[in-house]
């Protein structure tokens, strides 16, 4: 009887151990660099520092924003160094577990990218909103149809535009180029996510309005980190670190810091 307990247990143990595949199975970015043993892994992060209040360059020339400060508070709670790269938002996925580890990047969680990529559970609700030349008569869906819309490359903003009746879609690497079109008179509105229009919607207050998605009917979004497919163990880690800070009051006082302030 007893001896039966004990091998089952043992039995156990040894199908947790193959499970998990213990050790660093989660440290691609040690492997990718080549470098020896370290005292932390690093993990290599992508992001697109061009997306306030998300991601943007500091005044001391380094990303910045609520995202960055997450995966770095995430990297200290798992036991990694954080290291950003800035890159252009479209190249994030297709570079995961070649270029980067992982990418947070206030990206949108898709049927499509997850062909590509898994994503851990999502940790932000957003919408896409339309910026407007300000006093433009652009309130409704119908107010879309034929417009020439500015997007940035690769989003759901640009997924949503290239569906809209007689649209002409102009695609930038950045958010703000389209914004500064918008300006100019080159595009006549500029889809993009709710928080960064308003962001810039503060910066050219003088020229520009922020209609909200749902007077356009968009869906939610849901922002998640984009992981390596298939990597379920970075993905608990990850998953646990934002489930504690999200309990913990961790996640709502970046919230306060970077969104609310
Ligand atoms: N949420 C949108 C998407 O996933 C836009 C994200 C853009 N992010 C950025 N860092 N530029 O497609």
Request: charged fraction near 25%; charge should be negative; include cysteine.
């Amino acid at each position: 009887m007893k001896k039966k307990i004990l091998s089952a247990f043992v039995a156990t143990v040894m199908t947790m151990t193959v499970l998990c595949g213990c050790g660093s199975a989660a440290a691609p970015a040690a492997d990718n660099q080549g470098a020896g043993e370290a005292a932390k892994e690093t993990l290599i992060v992508g992001t697109n520092a061009a997306f306030p209040p998300f991601e943007f360059v500091g005044d001391d020339g380094k990303p910045d924003g609520f995202d960055m400060a997450l995966i770095k508070a995430i990297g200290d709670e798992i036991g990694y160094d954080v290291q950003i790269q800035d890159m252009e938002f479209d190249s994030l996925v297709s570079s995961i577990g070649n270029k980067i580890d992982v990418a947070i990047a206030g990206m949108t969680v898709t049927e499509e990218r997850k062909n590509m990529v898994d994503f851990s559970d999502p940790y932000y609700e957003a919408v896409q909103a339309v910026v407007v030349p300000k006093g433009a008569a652009i309130a409704t869906a119908d107010d879309l149809k034929n417009l020439k819309i500015g997007v940035q490359l690769g989003t759901t903003g640009e997924f949503i535009a290239d569906e809209i009746e007689g649209a002409e879609v102009s695609a930038y690497n950045k958010a703000v180029d389209a914004v500064n079109d918008l300006n100019n008179g080159r595009v006549d509105c500029v889809i993009i996510d709710k928080n960064p229009a308003e962001v810039f919607g503060a910066q050219f207050s003088d020229k520009v309005d922020v209609v909200a998605g749902e007077n356009f009917d968009f869906e939610p979004e849901n922002y998640a980190i984009a992981l390596p497919k298939g990597d379920t163990e970075l993905a608990g880690k990850i998953n646990a670190a934002l489930k504690k800070f999200k309990e913990d009051g961790t996640y709502d006082s970046l919230v306060k810091q970077y969104i609310e302030e």
